[in-house]
């Protein structure tokens, strides 16, 4: 008798229809997210005080009047912030605030630019439960935007930010 190949697999079985089922229900979980805040999804692009560019990131208009909340650690220096949004438009910002420790940070676009801006409502962190799929959308090279899933593995942890303040409850 010969014995099997080390790549040798084995008999792969088909899915059944309820795991069909369940994939097709993720799927269109997924994609009905990424279709109703995907156009709230901006590409961030600055400009350093010596006028070369500096960061490149994401952010989400969270706000009819063009609010804009993003990472600090993209906008940290920035003289000049412009956004792209998932139609091309090229809109300026100007940053309002931001905090190192918690590596978040928010600009505003340009009062006459943010007519019609499509928003995305937060949610309550609060409610969040182990196990429930998260969805990340981001626009970090001006394309429409990519999307990814996973699940939430762990709530209430400590973490070191980059200015070394431990953040608790992460």
């Known amino acids: ?11 792969v079985a088909a899915p059944s ?7 097709d229900a993720y ?18 692009e600055v400009h350093n005080k010596q006028g070369r560019p500096g ?3 994401s952010g989400v208009i969270i706000a009819p009047d063009g609010l804009v909340l993003t990472n600090s650690h993209v906008v940290e220096g920035a003289r000049e912030v412009l956004l792209q949004d998932a139609e091309g438009r090229v809109m300026e910002a100007r940053r309002l605030g931001e905090d190192a420790d918690t590596d978040l940070a928010v600009v505003r676009v340009v009062t006459s630019q943010a007519e019609s801006l499509p928003w995305a409502t937060l949610g309550d962190s609060r409610l969040v439960r182990v196990g429930q799929v998260a969805i990340a959308i981001g626009n970090p090279y001006g394309f429409q935007h990519s ?17 070394g303040r431990l953040m608790d409850d992460v």
Do not use: Q
């Open 1 to 11: 008798s010969s014995s099997p190949d080390i790549g040798d697999v084995g008999e």
């Open 17 to 23: 229809a309820s795991d069909t089922e369940i994939l």
């Open 27 to 44: 799927s269109n979980a997924v994609t009905s997210v990424a279709d109703s805040i995907g156009p709230a999804v901006v590409r961030v």
């Open 55 to 57: 960061g490149v990131g």
């Open 147 to 163: 999307v990814t899933a996973g699940v939430v593995s762990a709530l209430g942890r400590s973490l070191r930010s980059r200015s």
